[in-house]
T-cell receptor, first 112, second 111 residues
């Protein structure tokens, strides 16, 4: 069965370290998205991609980057982790613009 | 920009009670509207959707009707169960922009 997988599920890192969160989907979806979930804020968009080599900034992109070298993967990199980036991160994908998304199970990141 | 406002939680109900979670939106154009559900420790799952005015989305006993005149998409269920305890998110898609979410409403159903 097709799926969308995030790894790791949990990570603890130190302030200032570079961290990469993985997102891999086997749906063959063109569109992929990263959101963060924080209490009182719901889900906020970090970055998204509508195809290979395409990346776009979302509402809360400062301190994060993504790259899209193939259809299946959209890794999220925190260039220099900060305590404000402690959050739960969700990756999602969709077949076409305007369609509902399929979400991964999330990565809980703690920056100490 | 586009936005979604949903009622603050938490909402606590007894089993078999009627559920309403209010959702209103602001958008240019004609958005598609969604309800997602998040069970504890899991990602979000699509619960239902509606793509045009007066459409009714339904799934698992939940319903929501796309009301353009009141810019609303309220979620309802006639008789909730303990297993419905989760966080519910209202969201919209408009044009080429990604999903915009409300802040979520936590529902707790007690036996």
């Amino acid at each position: 069965d097709a799926e969308i997988t995030q790894s790791p599920r949990h990570k603890i890192t130190e302030t200032g370290r570079q961290v990469t969160l993985a997102c891999h989907q086997t749906w063959n979806h063109n569109n992929m998205f990263w959101y963060r979930q924080d209490l009182g804020h719901g889900l906020r968009l970090i970055h998204y991609s509508y195809g290979v080599q395409d990346t776009n900034k979302g509402e809360v992109s400062d301190g994060y980057s993504v790259s899209r070298s193939n259809t299946e993967d959209l890794p999220l990199t925190l260039e220099s982790a900060a305590s404000s980036q402690t959050s739960v991160y969700f990756c999602a994908s969709s077949d076409r613009v305007g369609y509902g998304y399929t979400f991964g199970s999330g990565t809980r990141l703690t920056v100490v | 920009g586009d936005s979604v406002t949903q009622m603050e939680g938490p909402v606590t109900l007894s089993e078999e009670a009627f559920l309403t979670i209010n959702c209103t939106y602001t958008a240019t154009g004609y958005p598609s509207l969604f309800w997602y559900v998040q069970y504890p420790g899991e990602g979000l799952q699509l619960l239902l959707k509606a793509t045009k005015a007066d459409d009714k989305g339904s799934n698992k006993g939940f319903e929501a009707t796309y009301r353009k005149e009141t810019t609303s998409f309220h979620l309802e269920k006639g008789s909730v169960q303990v297993s419905d305890s989760a966080v519910y998110f209202c969201a919209l898609l408009s044009g080429n922009t990604p999903l915009v979410f409300g802040k979520g409403t936590r529902l707790s159903v007690i036996a």
